[in-house]
């Protein structure tokens, strides 16, 4: 299974967690193998951080265009 994390990037992993994407600038990556163990407080924590980073700095999205045509 891979979880990939967007803005992975941006975030403290001091158990290094992330083992995949790590040459981009922006997203990072989990690879889990069958039988591979994951220290769960960690891995919360690791989602707890990824919420909050999402929640506090939402993405720009574009600007809608009109409905109506200018003519």
Do not use: H, W, Y
Not at 9 to 35: H, K, M, V, W
Not at 54 to 59: E, K
């Amino acid at each position: 299974m891979k979880l990939t994390f967007p803005k992975g990037a941006s975030l403290d992993d001091p158990s290094r967690l992330f083992n995949a994407s790590l040459e981009g600038n922006t997203r990072r990556a989990i690879d889990l193998r069958e039988g591979e163990a994951l220290d769960e407080e960690v891995f919360r924590t690791l989602i707890q951080a990824a919420a909050a980073l999402n929640t506090t700095n939402p993405a720009k999205r574009p600007a809608r265009a009109s409905a109506q045509s200018a003519n």
